[in-house]
Every structure is written in C-alpha cells, then in structure tokens.
C-alpha cells in the first residue's frame, strides 16, 4: 500500500500493552467479579495477548477469557456479495453481574461495538461493560461509542487506514498506518 507509517512497534507496543494491563489492575484488583471478551478474530487476537500479559503480572490470579463473533449481529451483514464467514464463540461462562471488559484491535465507526454489545446480552446481562482499544481512529465514528482505556489515537480519515500486525501471524508486532491519497 502506498504511504506506509509504522505507528507503533516491537517494544514500544509491548509497553502500550503493559500499560493497559496496569490500568485494568488499576480499575479490576484481581479481577474478582470482571472478565475479558475478545471481539472475533482480530480483537480477540489483542486480547489473548492483553490476557496473557495480564496473567504474568498476575501470576496467582484467574482472569475468565473469552471469544464473541459479532458476524451476525452488525447491522451490514447482509450487504455482502459472497457469504460471511463467522469464527467460533469461546465464552464459558456467563457474564450475569459480572464487569465485561471488550476488547477489539482498531475502534473505527463504532458499529463492531454496537454489535458486540447486542451479542453480549446472550451471556447474561453484565454489571458493567468497558470498552477497550489498541487503537482508537476518532475522527470516523458513526455512533456514540468511545473506549474506556486506549493503545493509541489516531487522528485518520476515510480513506486512510489502520492495521495491526502480530508476531505470531506478521512475523513482527507493529501497528501500520495506509494513506490511500
């Protein structure tokens, strides 16, 4: 893609990842009554890395972890030419009074938040729900959606876009910016 910045990568990503740990160990103790939900595939892909992290500054401390698909909850699911493609739901619990944190990898028009929230409602009925983002683009939002804790922010436009990479998938962990124009 033409105009490509590097926003964010190797250690320097790693440390925006502990520094969202610490906030959530700041807001969730030991995270007695909260859990994590990753929003299908790429949020869940930050979050099992958030997960992860969090169980090593927490050794002795039990986090419920968890996959949402949203595929059939969005409000453009049907606009599709080819049929859609859902990924696996991994949530063995239920979230009844308990604080949720979602998790998605690029906050862009609010419309995968809007969806995930109307799934969420087939776990129970939670407490609280906080939104977090690796990345936050907050000039596109379609709907009053804005994230309780954040990577980066990133003042983008339509034609612009934002990408996540991982190690495990890229080959490297870092955080892309395309400008189309």
């Known amino acids: 893609m033409e105009n490509e910045h590097i926003l964010l990568e190797g250690a320097y990503l790693a440390l925006t990842i502990e520094r969202l740990c610490y906030q959530l160990i700041e807001r969730h103790g030991e995270f007695e ?23 090593t500054i927490l050794p002795n401390v039990t986090i419920p972890f968890g996959k949402m698909d949203v595929t059939f909850y969005r409000d453009d699911f049907r606009m599709h030419e080819t ?24 906050l862009y028009s609010g ?4 969806a995930a929230l109307d799934a969420l409602q087939h776990y129970g ?5 906080e939104l977090l983002t690796l990345v936050d683009r907050r000039f596109n939002r379609s709907l009053p959606i804005r994230p309780d804790y954040v990577g980066i922010t990133v003042d983008a436009l339509n034609e612009a876009y934002v990408k996540v990479e991982w190690q495990h998938l890229h080959g490297q962990d870092r955080i892309l910016f395309f400008n189309h124009k």
């Open 83 to 106: 049929p859609l493609k859902a990924h696996p739901n991994e949530m063995g619990f239920i979230l009844t009074n308990k604080r949720v944190i979602l998790i998605d990898d690029v």
């Open 33 to 55: 009554n909260s859990c994590m939900v990753g929003i299908q595939w790429r949020g869940a892909i930050f979050a099992e890395r958030l997960h992860q992290t969090l169980q």
């Open 125 to 129: 009925r939670p407490q609280q729900v």
């Open 111 to 114: 419309r995968t938040t809007r």
